[in-house]
């Protein structure tokens, strides 16, 4: 605080502060009275405040406060009423099966928006963000289904899993040809050229495709089908289309049928509960879902 | 400029406010702001009781701001939550009609629409009919706590905050329906919130038209500060005619002069306008921030001059340009219509006509459309592309309807949807429930082994099958 006597401005009629910049005198306007009384609150609220709410830091933390209020509670009971306005919402989708789900607008409106959560949380890994799959995952969004696209068919997938730790989960194995012994590379050769032509795909030149035809009839019809349009009861792939979950260049074709592929999905019925079973199952199911 | 001299005491840290007395005044201006003041609280009250039929599945309330369904309904017009932009209209206009009027009328509405000038000349009418006027109130403050000083103190806060509660639960009555919540508040079963607000704003309103009063104009309202921006020497305001009542002198000293042939001023110094003064300041010190324009100070001043028998509006309605022309011996002139009414009336009209035709070409149904981005397209078992398309269709009128959606632009698309129905021709339809909207996802699939260009511009219609009213978007197509 400067020193300078308390003055008063002649042309105002007011005093001054007696701070002084540069021959500038400041006047002395004092606050309403109103206003320097909420100020005094705010002091008041202050310390109020570090009473109750944790406030002044401290080596290791801070003051707790009376209230024994942290940020880290207060998000877990946050969390837990959203949960259980959630279940409360839920409840009709535990009551009605997948077809009365589907059949009702606002009950599958609610599936579709839950079964997309809890898609992105747990399948959209392998998936894709959108269930386009990628090498070696299928895409769910084509309308191929390795072990059946009906709503039941994607529900048991999900809950059982794929060659997973489940008693009912579905389990099938491709036998590893090439390595056990089964075919010779040059059959291995043929084959592949032949389920090629399946998929009005281009056999590679001077090969025996008649051949190849003789050995899918005695080795892979058994699975995939006289005409190779796959068995979801057993997860045969389709081999008449154009979407390979392998890949469908010799190369890749030689890998699947010398080694076998037989990937695996987890049983989500061990991780997941019903309702949230039943939602995914609906998103999967409206993503390509077929009969 | 300065005179030095030292005192010991720094004084308070707050300087306190001079209270301020109006005294009670008739005249026409006074009838004006009487007028005003029950038209604006005969508003506010009896809106919330006004019934609007909108059907069976929506309010029946004329204004009603529905938080829990996040609608606003103004009689014929509903708004939802996305078209509140129109409510930026309803600001810019109400700004320009403002500044209109101040470049027109000064501060006509400070002075007799703006709510705290009606709020608190309610509660001064309280106080005049219980503590009595102007001398009798600064009487009554000065006076030691007798029994009837605290009776009249009692019943005036008793008065005051029964008329706040009445505006703070006229306030809750605009955000539900008014009767049903009328009643829970008498029979005391009101939701919680709404007794919360009645409290908050029954406060507000006994602290802002009770006791703080001229106080929000001087200190917490920024329009004085922005109208001294905007007014010009032009703008007819509550104006001294300083020319006409210069120099002020007793009555007796003006007839002296006057009976040797000289010019006299007209103010007699009388104090009445100040003694009037809802804000407590001196006209004749010319236009300024504490005054709020309500011609109060006019109808003081013409009672006082028809007294003395000299004419009446020594203050009035007028204009700086009028005050200087005189001091040079001109006419008065009076300019209403100039560059800036004109240019203010004119953004008028434009926004209002905006405003009026986005609210009449406004559709009762809507349709957005999001490409789904992953994937962006993905084949098909029968080797055609397809592409995702989550759409959500709006019906905000109170029936429900049903939507046909159609997609035009690529050859032999077919749509599918886990939502929408599959009508025999191709198209969708939809059931939107009334006052709903429904998220709808959609694909659209070319015909096996056609692939089509990177990038199909493709148009969905949805048409409303009973009325046909219509909605177009444009999206597009991709492949790889």
Redesign the interface.
Known sequence: MSTD???????SGQT?TGHEWDGI?ELN????????WLFYLTIAFAVVYWVLYPAWPLVTGATPGLLGHTNRARVADDLAASQAARMQQAAGLEKASLAEI?AD?KL??LA??QGKAAFGDNCAPCH?????GQYGYP?L????WLWGGTLDQIDTTITHGIRADDPDTHTSAMPAFGKDGILKPEQIKQVENYVRTLAKLDPEPGVDVAAGKKIFADNCAVCHGEDGKGNVEMGAP?LT???WLYGSDIKDLTNTITYARNSTMPAWGKRLDPVTIKALT?YV??L???T | ???????ED????????KKVYPQRVWGTYRRIKWIVLWIALGVYYILPFIRWNRGPNEPGQAVLVDMAHSRFYFFFIELWPQEVYYFTGLLILAALILFLSNALFGRVWCGYACPQTVWTDLFLFVERRIEGDRRDRIKLDEAPWTADKIKKRVMKHAAWLLIALFTGGAAVLYFEDAPTLLKQLLTFQAPFVAVLWMGILTFTTYSLAGH?RE?VCL?MCPWPRIQAALTDTDALNVTYRADRGEPRMSVKEAAKIRSHGEAAGDCIDCMQCVAVCPTGVDIRNGSQLGCIQCGLCIDACDAVMAKVHRPTRLIAYDTDENLARRKRGEQNVYRLVRPRTILYAALIAVTGCVMLYALLSRSSMNMSVLH????LF??????GV?N?YTLRFSNETGEARDFTLSVAGLDGARMTS??ARPLANGSLTV?IEPDTT??T?V?VATPPDVTPGKSTPITFTATDAHTGERKSVVDHFFAP
Not at chain 1, 5 to 11: A, E, G, L, S
Not at chain 2, 378 to 383: F, S, Y
């Open positions: 006597p308390v003055q008063v401005d002649k042309i001054t005198r306007t004092p606050l309403p009275r109103w206003w320097l589907e607008p599958l409106e579709l928006a894709g963000s959108g269930g386009q895409n969004t084509a309308g191929r389709n289309t154009k979407i609906l199911h409206s390509g879902g077929g | 400029m300065t005179i030095d001299f030292t005192i720094d004084g308070p840290l707050y300087a306190a406010a703080m106080q200190y789904v981005r992953a994937p993905t084949p098909t078992v029968e080797g397809r995702g886990v939502v059931h429904l998220e996802p694909y």
